[in-house]
């Protein structure tokens, strides 16, 4: 369900495994019909108009639905009670609600979601914890998260629900710590061991924009987990060049930097910096194993997301994102388009990462 804008990313991971003949596209949903590289993957294949369209005339073994996010609870039920399994795009729901209750249609079908946190399919995980086990960084202290993205106006012009909190009455919650950056919040909780939402003792957050825009695109988010680990996140869309988002698990003797796009683990300590590359399992492919042989483990469940929407229901539910002044923004013209950065936003994000403290509490300058 849904073949244009992200949905393209889907039908290009698909051709593999059709290629191999693991799976066949049997239909695709969408209200538009598919353009440009997407209506040439989609070729002859059957195309509705909408989910439950497709699910009257077929009911296939797998539904990917990458849709926009609010739409993400109704459309997931709508495949499961049909009896299809699920590849669900994050963030699987826009509330812990619905999280809930789209968890319990699970259970009551039998189906399965898996939600496209493509990060999770990483080896760096055993990787990481042997690490960890080995005493190569000493005693975890914290992790930290880095992600300094910038999105141009054009970002938010592309769809009427892009950087709402609310749509039509609906929550949305299409911010930088919510939907962009989310990967490095659902990595961060994974290495933790943090997968359901009783994983999760306390979010605390700070909450800005320079877009005008309803949501958050520079944010500092600060976990603490059952297991007592403080987990800060330093994330914009404001920053003057994109670089690869990271987390760093901070060690009395070391630390272990993950930089989850690239699949790369370095693992730095007195004895100098190990460089380990990893590689990743594709979502897909690993659900329609579970599919075959439901011995075959999840890796990104439903219910393992639970400790993300608690982040999530913290966003949601906190007051809207405080502007940021103009004195503490430039705006460019670039090759990205036209977008705001942040007056050393990348020094902040930096060391919320490092000291695992909040923008307010370190003293940047917009958030004084």
């Known amino acids: 369900m849904g073949v244009n804008g992200f949905g393209l990313q889907h039908l290009l991971a698909l051709q593999p495994l059709l290629r191999a003949g693991r799976c066949r596209l049997v239909a695709v949903a969408d209200p538009s019909p598919p353009t440009g590289r997407s209506e040439e993957l989609v070729g002859t294949t059957p195309r509705f108009a909408s989910l439950e369209d497709l699910l009257a005339d077929d009911v296939p073994d797998v539904v990917i639905i990458s849709t926009p996010l609010h739409t993400h609870r ?91 909190r609310t749509f039509r009455g609906l929550p949305v919650v299409d911010g930088v710590v919510t939907n962009p950056l989310s990967h490095a919040i659902a990595t961060a909780l994974r290495i933790d061991g943090s997968r359901r939402s009783e994983d999760v003792s306390e979010v605390s957050l700070d909450l800005y924009r320079a ?56 693992v730095a300590n007195a004895a100098g910096t190990r460089r380990i590359e990893c590689s990743t399992t594709p979502l897909l492919q690993n659900l329609l194993d ?47 388009g036209r977008h705001p950065v942040v007056h050393e936003v990348e020094h902040w994000c930096e060391q919320v990462a490092s000291q695992l403290r909040s923008f307010t509490d370190l003293g940047a300058p917009w958030a004084r």
């Not at 483990?297 to 982040?311: K, T």
């Open 74 to 164: 109704g459309l997931a039920e709508l495949a499961l009670r049909a009896g299809s399994n699920v590849l669900l795009e994050k963030p699987p729901t826009v509330s812990l609600a619905e999280f809930s209750e789209l968890c319990e249609v699970v259970r009551e079908t039998g189906r399965t979601v898996q939600v496209g946190f493509q990060s999770l399919g990483s080896s760096s995980y055993a990787v990481i914890d042997r690490a960890i086990a080995a005493g190569e960084i000493g005693e975890v202290t914290g992790i930290g998260v880095v992600g300094t993205w910038l999105r141009a106006t054009s970002y938010y012009e592309r769809s009427t629900w892009a950087g709402r």
């Open 211 to 266: 877009h005008d825009i309803e949501a958050d695109d520079t944010s500092s988010v600060a976990v603490t987990t059952a297991r007592g680990t403080r987990i800060a996140a330093g994330l914009t869309l404001c920053a003057a060049e994109q670089t690869q988002p990271r987390v760093v698990v901070h060690g009395s003797s070391g630390s272990i930097t993950f930089y989850y796009k690239l699949d790369v683990v370095e």
């Open 290 to 336: 579970h599919v075959a042989d439901p011995e075959t483990a999840l890796l990104s469940s439903l219910e393992d997301s639970g400790a993300f929407m608690r982040v999530l229901e913290a966003v949601r539910t906190a007051p809207d994102p405080t502007p940021i002044g103009d004195r503490h923004v430039e705006w460019r013209t670039d090759s990205a």
